[in-house]
């Protein structure tokens, strides 16, 4: 199982500091070596076992005569057979979600905030695989596995896509610069800086992203959050009704009263705080959580607790907030002490044993025991 801290070479020459200020969001950074030694987490077997398992999120690109063809999981072992004369990509999202290593990788990239990470991508291509040239609208770190892939990138502003593609292929790529990253070694881009990746033997490329939530989708889900939180007392009321001349037109009155009542929707800091921490740790649409078979009695657990400690479960997603923690989307506030505690769990996603522990932080991780949220150490 792969341990780690930052280590010092992770970004090269840099401080995360300087990497901060000069590169990030910013322009790309090609880093030899930033894992010396690293050449991946499995194999491409292991890789196709997971990409046809039910809850996980996978793609298959294929490539024929310069067509490319895009297929979505589930997928079973024939989809990958018959492979060997054509170019293919295998992708499998939310590998952290499923392999103990792989979050563990994660963890070399916390000098980002988490409420900023999405998830690993793996994919794996044998020579001349790819997806074609296209571009993202998130940060993502390219950290090159087993095998080398030659990367083109550009900074061009012309996004035009092909039209009717099963992708999102640039229609007119032009690359400015050209790299052959070899194992351990890893490439930032910012989003929308084009890039053209190809398999120059049988590889795989580890894709650490970060997600960017556009306004409108951060916008359209706050109303979303407030509907539930806001109660505004009494009924439309109209006893001095006058007769209109037309029927059809909404009144002015009507517009007055009904314009004065959505003044009365309020929010602060504290409500886009919540918001956003409920937002950010809410599990995708795909992922589900499995209570342990036998749970233990709270007396056990914190026995338990106490003797050896507790783990985020794989998929849970963690925040913190001014004494508030928000777990999966839900948010729980708590007393400073408590705070602390639960904070270095959402930073590490462990607490090893604990001497002492209050009753109210006791019932808190024994329900999330209880929802499969945490694991026993």
């Known amino acids: 199982m792969l341990r780690m801290k930052t280590p010092p070479t992770l970004l090269g020459p840099l401080g995360i500091q300087e990497f901060l200020r000069d590169y990030w969001q910013k322009k790309p950074l090609l880093i030899r070596g930033a894992l010396p030694g690293f050449s991946g987490l499995l194999s491409p077997k292991h890789l196709i076992e997971l990409a046809c398992t039910d809850d996980v999120q996978a793609r298959l690109v294929t490539q024929r005569q310069g067509e490319y063809e895009l297929q979505h999981s589930p997928f079973t072992a024939k989809n990958f057979k018959g492979l060997n004369k054509i170019h293919w990509t295998v992708l499998v999202q939310g590998v952290n979600h499923h392999l103990k290593s792989a979050a563990e990788l994660l963890k070399a990239f916390s000098f980002i ?144 009263q009904v314009a004065s009542i959505i003044k009365q929707v309020r929010w602060d800091k504290d409500d886009i705080a919540n918001f956003l921490g409920c937002y950010l740790s809410e599990p995708k649409t795909h992922v589900y959580f499995t209570p342990p078979e036998r749970p233990l009695s709270l007396k056990k657990f914190i026995s338990h607790l106490k003797g050896s400690g507790v783990m ?54 024994y329900q999330w025991h209880q929802d499969g949220y945490l694991r026993l150490i």
């Open 113 to 256: 905030p988490h409420a900023r990470l999405d998830d690993l991508m793996i994919s794996y291509a044998p020579k001349g695989g790819g997806v074609g040239p296209h571009f993202d609208s998130y940060d993502v770190f390219l950290l090159q596995g087993m095998g080398h892939r030659r990367w083109q990138i550009s900074t061009q502003q012309d996004r035009t896509l092909i039209e009717g593609a099963p992708l999102r292929i640039l229609n007119r790529f032009k690359p400015e610069q050209e790299w052959v990253l070899a194992p351990g070694d890893m490439l930032y881009l910012p989003p929308h800086c084009a890039h053209h990746g190809i398999a120059e033997d049988d590889c795989m490329t580890y894709s650490i992203g970060f997600r960017t939530p556009a306004y409108q989708e951060l916008a359209e889900q706050f109303l979303i959050y407030l509907q539930d939180r806001i109660c505004i007392e009494g009924m439309y009321a109209d006893p001095d009704l006058k007769t209109q001349k037309h029927p059809s037109e909404i009144s002015p009155a009507m517009l007055k």
């Open 312 to 365: 985020l479960d794989l998929k849970s997603q963690m925040l913190c907030k001014s004494n508030t923690v928000f777990m999966n989307g839900e948010s729980t506030s708590v007393s400073d002490e408590d705070y602390s505690v639960l904070r270095q769990l959402a930073d590490e996603r462990e607490l090893p044993a604990m001497a002492a522990c209050s009753e109210e932080l006791s019932e808190i991780l």
